[in-house]
């Protein structure tokens, strides 16, 4: 999941209309990159292979173009992010491994922040 929005975000860097999309892209490369690296840290403490991730961006989202490809691009964060929520908390509130969970309970604020920021700008380019 994060590398699917690395690689959204790169796509709407250098294809988003709005200046504040591509902004706020350009945020959810960084941010979730960093998650990256901190779960690749903790799988190899946990001893647990890590496949490369895909990080390339849905083909309906690469064809878009103009406005409607911001459109396009904040509503996938926004479902992405929603169920990236649901999976953190089911993690943080019911895993096995104390490790686990205090990983997906320190991700969880980020997590909700990027979906109240995507949510608030997919009103802007859709109004």
């Not at 903790?42 to 490809?69: C, Q, S, T």
């Not at 993690?91 to 922040?113: C, I, T, Y």
Request: no cysteine.
């Amino acid at each position: 999941m994060n590398a699917s929005q690395i690689g959204m975000g790169r796509l709407a860097d250098g294809k988003g209309v709005e200046k504040t999309v591509r902004l706020f892209a350009r945020g959810m490369v960084t941010d979730h990159t960093e998650e990256n690296h901190r779960l690749a840290l903790l799988a190899k403490r946990l001893h647990m292979a890590v496949a490369p991730p895909e990080d390339e961006p849905p083909p309906e989202l690469v064809i878009a173009n103009g406005p409607e490809f911001d459109k396009q691009y904040l509503a996938l964060v926004v479902a992405g992010h929603a169920g990236m929520i649901a999976l953190f908390e089911g993690e943080a509130n019911n895993g096995q491994d104390a490790r686990l969970k205090h990983f997906a309970a320190s991700v969880l604020p980020s997590l909700r922040r990027h979906l109240s920021e995507a949510q608030t700008l997919a009103q802007r380019v859709s109004g």
